[in-house]
Nanobody, 122 residues
Framework: QVPLVESGGGLVQAGGSLSLSCTSSLPRLSNYAVGWFRQEPEKARYFVAAVARTDDSTYYLESVKGRFTLSRDVDKDMVYLHMNALKSEDTAVYFC???????????????WGQGTQVTVSS
């Protein structure tokens, strides 16, 4: 079983919007900090955004601040990454991850999804 599953990826024109969702086979995703990471071809995954487990504080990569919004839906036990004003530089496979605390370090997360492709045309 894949612990986390991302969905919502696709092809979008630069300047457009796209929303990704993260669902989980874990008992309650809301009990975990959730991070979003992305990986460009032949490059390592790196931090994009995260939400804390306790107080829902959010953190963002500087280049996505003001454009991306991470949110939780407790009733649906899902986490979203709303992406606006997309740029070609945002093209990547996006992963969600769950762990004990919000972190920019992928090693701090215990559970991962397999990723969803986001392609932004220039």
């Amino acid at each position: 079983q894949v612990p986390l599953v991302e969905s919502g990826g696709g092809l979008v024109q630069a300047g457009g919007s796209l929303s990704l969702s993260c669902t989980s086979s874990l008992p309650r995703l809301s009990n975990y900090a959730v991070g979003w990471f992305r990986q460009e071809p032949e490059k390592a995954r790196y931090f994009v955004a995260a939400v804390a487990r306790t107080d829902d504080s959010t953190y963002y990569l500087e280049s996505v601040k003001g454009r991306f919004t991470l949110s939780r839906d407790v009733d649906k036990d899902m986490v979203y990454l709303h992406m606006n004003a997309l740029k070609s530089e945002d093209t990547a496979v996006y992963f969600c991850a769950a762990g004990p605390f919000a972190s920019m370090d992928s090693r701090d997360y215990d559970y991962w999804g397999q990723g969803t492709q986001v392609t932004v045309s220039s």
